[in-house]
T-cell receptor, first 116, second 113 residues
């Protein structure tokens, strides 16, 4: 069973549409993250959340918003999708209270988003 | 500025040959170092991690990595590559008390039969 799940796995949409990507985890971790992956650029952090009431911008948050509905759920929204948001999106979790300050992150399988 | 460099974008090796993937970092604090592998269509799987202690770290799937503070490097190695190792490999750096990973840009490994 997957510990970090993402839905949908693939999505094709049109410019200007609002899109929501969802992430759920059964690991009981308090911290959750959204990254995007682009060829040749590695993974870049969009938003992160330390708990339900704590949401923070990452390095590339423009054009995105997030919602932490519960400890286990963290959604990423594209309010008005544009073609350069075509990418592979990953959700990740971590738990600093376990094993010290190592911040090991656990990744979901990714959502491939195409904006036409 | 903090950064992680993976100088090789693509590497091709023959099955059974040895492998070394390079990772260099620039980080002011004591780093925590990670190697992840991404198989086609899959998410990222942790291969190994270094926090402290022995600088030679063993991971899953027969991989190992060596932390060399003097060279600011954390290179990934495998003595004999299998066709199933074809994937993209990411080096990442974090530090104590912080949420943040800094990822390298990845190295794509191709394995020839």
């Amino acid at each position: 069973d997957a510990d970090v799940t993402q839905t949908p796995r693939n999505r094709i949409t049109k410019t200007g549409k609002r899109i929501m990507l969802e992430c759920s985890q059964t690991k009981g971790h308090d911290r959750m993250y959204w990254y995007r992956q682009d060829p040749g650029l590695g993974l870049r952090l969009i938003y992160y959340s330390f708990d339900v009431k704590d949401i923070n911008k990452g390095e590339i948050s423009d054009g995105y918003s997030v919602s932490r509905q519960a400890q286990a759920k963290f959604s990423l929204s594209l309010e008005s999708a544009i073609p350069n948001q075509t990418a592979l999106y990953f959700c990740a979790t971590s738990d600093l209270s376990a094993g010290g300050n190592y911040n090991e992150q656990f990744f979901g399988p990714g959502t491939r988003l195409t904006v036409l | 500025a903090q950064s992680v460099t993976q100088p090789d974008i693509h590497i091709t090796v023959s099955e059974g040959a040895s492998l070394e993937l390079r990772c260099n970092y620039s980080y002011g604090a004591t780093p925590y170092l990670f190697w992840y592998v991404q198989s086609p269509g899959q998410g990222l799987q942790l291969l190994l991690k270094y926090f402290s202690g022995d600088t030679l770290v063993q991971g899953i799937k027969g991989f190992e990595a060596e932390f060399k503070r003097s060279q600011s490097s954390f290179n990934l190695r495998k003595p004999s590559v299998h066709w199933s190792d074809a994937a993209e490999y990411f080096c990442a750096v974090s530090t104590s008390g912080t949420y943040k990973y800094i990822f390298g840009t990845g190295t794509r490994l191709k394995v020839l039969a």
